[in-house]
């Protein structure tokens, strides 16, 4: 059925199949090294966020008759997008 295999053709193959590894590990690294560039970013946006939200509230306290529903929806829009951010990256291994 399979006919004969010589030991070169063993060698062969799995040269060739060491070749297609390597290739695959380094696209993996790639692949990790963006997800985790990606997740720091989202850390440093949840520290900004973090921050932008207690200066709207120092606001606030500071000056009940504004009204800052403006900006606080569009930062609640910002902690949407960055929560979706973070579940689109698995976390580190």
Same mark, same amino acid.
């Given at each position: ?37 990606? /997740? &720091?970013? =989202?850390?440093?946006?949840?520290? @900004?966020? +973090? !921050?932008? $939200? %207690? ?16 900006? /606080? &929806?569009? =930062?609640?829009?910002?902690?949407? @997008?960055? +929560? !979706?951010? $973070? %579940? ?6």
């Amino acid at each position: 059925m399979f006919g004969v295999v010589t030991n070169r053709q063993i060698l062969q193959a799995l040269a060739d199949l060491t070749v297609k590894v390597d290739i695959l590990m380094t696209e993996q690294a790639g692949i990790d090294a963006a997800a985790q560039e990606i /997740q &720091a970013d =989202v850390t440093r946006e949840n520290t @900004a966020l +973090a !921050a932008i $939200q %207690a200066e709207i509230a120092t606001l606030q306290a500071g000056n009940p008759a504004l009204d800052l529903s403006g900006l /606080q &929806a569009a =930062v609640g829009q910002l902690d949407q @997008a960055t +929560a !979706a951010e $973070q %579940a689109a990256v698995p976390p580190p291994a």
